[in-house]
T-cell receptor
C-alpha cells in the first residue's frame, strides 16, 4: 500500500499567490483530514470529510482557505490569496470509519507539504 | 473545548534509560486516545487506547490509559538513539463517526548516546 500521498512536498510562493495542495488517501479509506502544523500551535485540524462530504470545517482559519473532495481518491486544499502567516507544514490523513458503531480512530498521515509564503 | 496536555515538553536522557511520557485530556465524550511518533516527517501511529487499565505493548514501548485520572502514559524502556522524536498524544473530537483529532503539543524526546 502506498500510504497517503501528498503533493507537492515543498512549495515556496509569494504573498498573494494561490496555492493548491493535493492529497490522495489510502485506498478504501472513507475519511480524510487536513491538518496544519506550526511550532507555535502544534498540529491543528482544519477540515475533514466522511465519504467525500465535508463534516467539520470549523478549523479553517479564514475564507481564504477552501477544501474539496470531488471523489474518494482525491482532495485539495486551496489558499487564495496566500499570506506569510500561512507558512506551515500541511498534513493530510485518512482513516476508515466502519459503520454500525464500529469506529476506528486511527489516522494515517501523509508526508506533508511544507509551505513557505514569502 | 476539548483539550490535550502533554508533559514534559522536552526530555533529554541517555541511551538505555527508561522514560515515561504523560498525557492528560479533557473531552466531552471520550472514545479513545492515540499516541503517535513524529520524527522528521509525518506522525506515525503507535497505539490506540480505549479501555482503562489495559496495557498495550509493542517492543520496548508500552502505553496505558487511566480514565479515572483522564490520562495516559507512554513508557519506553532501554531507550535507543532511534527513539529520539516528538511523541504526540491525541483524542478524537466529541462527535460521532470518524472525527478529527485534537493533538497535544508533544514531548520532544532526545536520546543521547
Amino acid at each position: 500500500d502506498a500510504g497517503v500521498i501528498q503533493s507537492p512536498r515543498h512549495e515556496v510562493t509569494e504573498m498573494g499567490q494561490e496555492v493548491t495542495l493535493r492529497c490522495k488517501p489510502i485506498s478504501g479509506h472513507n475519511s480524510l483530514f487536513w491538518y496544519r502544523q506550526t511550532m507555535m500551535r502544534g498540529l491543528e485540524l482544519l477540515i475533514y470529510f466522511n465519504n467525500n462530504v465535508p463534516i467539520d470545517d470549523s478549523g479553517m482559519p479564514e475564507d481564504r482557505f477552501s477544501a474539496k473532495m470531488p471523489n474518494a481518491s482525491f482532495s485539495t486544499l486551496k489558499i487564495q490569496p496566500s499570506e506569510p502567516r500561512d507558512s506551515a507544514v500541511y498534513f493530510c490523513a485518512s482513516s476508515l470509519a466502519i459503520g454500525a458503531g464500529g469506529i476506528t480512530d486511527t489516522q494515517y498521515f501523509g508526508p506533508g507539504t511544507r509551505l513557505t509564503v514569502l | 473545548e476539548d483539550k490535550v496536555v502533554q508533559s514534559p515538553l522536552s526530555l533529554v536522557v541517555h541511551e538505555g534509560d527508561t522514560v515515561t511520557l504523560n498525557c492528560s485530556y479533557e473531552v466531552t465524550n471520550f472514545r479513545s486516545l492515540l499516541w503517535y511518533k513524529q520524527e522528521k516527517k509525518a506522525p506515525t501511529f503507535l497505539f490506540m487506547l480505549t479501555s482503562s487499565g489495559i496495557e498495550k505493548k509493542s517492543g520496548r514501548l508500552s502505553s496505558i490509559l487511566d480514565k479515572k485520572e483522564l490520562s495516559s502514559i507512554l513508557n519506553i524502556t532501554a531507550t535507543q538513539t532511534g527513539d529520539s522524536a516528538i511523541y504526540l498524544c491525541a483524542v478524537p473530537y466529541s462527535g460521532g463517526g470518524a472525527d478529527g483529532l485534537t493533538f497535544g503539543k508533544g514531548t520532544h524526546l532526545i536520546i543521547q548516546p
